[in-house]
């Protein structure tokens, strides 16, 4: 488990992770933040979507989580994807708020990736 106590964190690239079991948690989603800084270098283009958080796509990334957490993408950040999702099943998301903070942006959750559906 990778916690995130109650707080707003400024993030200027993508947070991923690898492997099995990971769960990143947080006090609840008004209260743990991760907040794309506005304008950031790499989430400006939506022909080459990025992630703000990224789950492991390998055949280790089973059982993963987030919980309890708010991603924002910020301001200018077209390209910006809150949440790539990926990995084998099962996967969970509990408490969980995705917001853009100008509405642009590439997706909120990106299911497109990975073995979704168990292998």
Not at 14 to 25: D, H, M
Not at 55 to 74: F, I, K, N, P, Y
Request: glycine share 16%; with cysteine.
């Amino acid at each position: 488990v990778l916690f995130f106590p109650r707080g707003t964190y400024l993030v200027r690239d993508t947070l991923a992770w690898s492997g099995c079991c990971v769960i990143l948690a947080g006090e609840g989603r008004g209260a743990s933040v991760i907040r794309l800084e506005d304008g950031a270098p790499g989430f400006g283009e939506t022909e080459a979507p990025k992630p703000v958080l990224a789950m492991s796509d390998d055949e280790h990334g089973a059982m993963q989580a987030v919980r309890g957490l708010r991603v924002l993408t910020g301001n200018r950040n077209p390209g910006a994807i809150a949440l790539d999702a990926a990995g084998q099943s099962p996967l969970a998301l509990d408490d969980v708020q995705l917001i853009s903070g100008d509405g642009r942006g590439v997706a909120g959750l990106a299911l497109v990736r990975g073995r979704h559906g168990g292998a």
